[in-house]
């Protein structure tokens, strides 16, 4: 037999081929990449202001659509995802909440492995993803029928989303003229340059700095009082969201569980739910409704008690009541988003009047008038 040839022997043609020097040790651990924060925040940030997050939360509501098509005609829930998914375009990163087909992917392969699907990152901006998958889980566990509450929740999303854009398009007016307003004294300083007035003119004496001071503080107290007026129109931001829950609780109502039963469930899954235990806890101890819910701080539990009430008092309507009662909720919510905007529109001129104009006639008139005082 002949000599058994080294490495350095075997790698010998392999390596006149390559050009340069190789190195003759490698690192242990190549370094591995990373997706930046900054730059998954920089895409979620231009999606929101694009538009491009509402057409992917479309997207999702049509996905869920085809997904409850899928099970009515007998496709098990994991293949159902992973031909939805199939449908989906992906992007060449993938990263966690990168783009709405790599979710499908992870979602089909969570539920057919059995995993936790709640785990599974949504994509960036669909805001319903997380309650989509609490609310099929909590189907699962009841026995609910997960076709019927999918295509209802994606009616709902979709509602949920016109609604939003209506409020949108109803505060963009308004918005405009706090973005014109904020650039209003800059631009009347740059009128004031351009015509020879520049900042040495204000700069020069006392009243010059009296005058640049007196236009920087009104620039920012108008500045500030219109972001709070923005602020205020816009609302709270809520965490728990009472029409979820009456979607959630109605399914589980067509299940066959009773209110409180429901409601437990839907705690369980529902983002906000462990400041419902001691609501239901109270409730099972034979308190009065109104005595369970009392000490509840959140409005949007609140709003869920008050509309759950007259199913506890009376035992009727049932889940289609609490169906309706979900899409009164959404219905008053983008009634009290369009009228919050148009009161914004017409609270806007006191700070226009006794901030933004003054900061315009101090840093953009009054110094060609100081400097046309002061002559050559």
Known sequence: ?????????????????LPGRLPSRLPGRLPSWRPSRVGARWRRWTAVRTGAADRQRLRFVEAVRRWAALLRTGSGEGQAWRLVADREDVCVRPEPGCCLGHSLRGLAAAVELGADPRRVPGPSGVVEWQTLLALLQVCRASGAAPAETAERFADASAAELDAERARRAAAAGPKSTVTLLRWMPLGGLGIAWLLGAGPDSLLSDRLGWLVLTAGVLFAAVGHVWAQSLLRTAAGPGREVDAAAWLDVT????????????????AAVALPGGQR??????????????????????????AELGRRLQPLHTSGMAGAAGLTQAARAVRQERRRTAELAAEQLAVRLVVPLGLCHLPAFVCLGVLPLLLMMLRGP
Not at 7 to 12: D, I, N, Q, T, V
Not at 253 to 261: E, P, W
Not at 276 to 295: F, K, N, Q, S
């Open 1 to 17: 037999m002949g000599r058994a040839r080294g490495p350095a022997e075997r790698a010998g043609p392999v390596r006149a081929r």
């Open 250 to 265: 109605a399914a589980l109502l067509r299940s066959g569980a009773s209110l409180v039963g429901a409601l437990e469930r």
């Open 276 to 301: 419902l235990r001691p609501v239901l806890a109270r409730l099972r101890w034979g308190a009065d409704w109104d005595e369970a819910w009392e000490d509840l701080a959140d409005e949007e539990l």
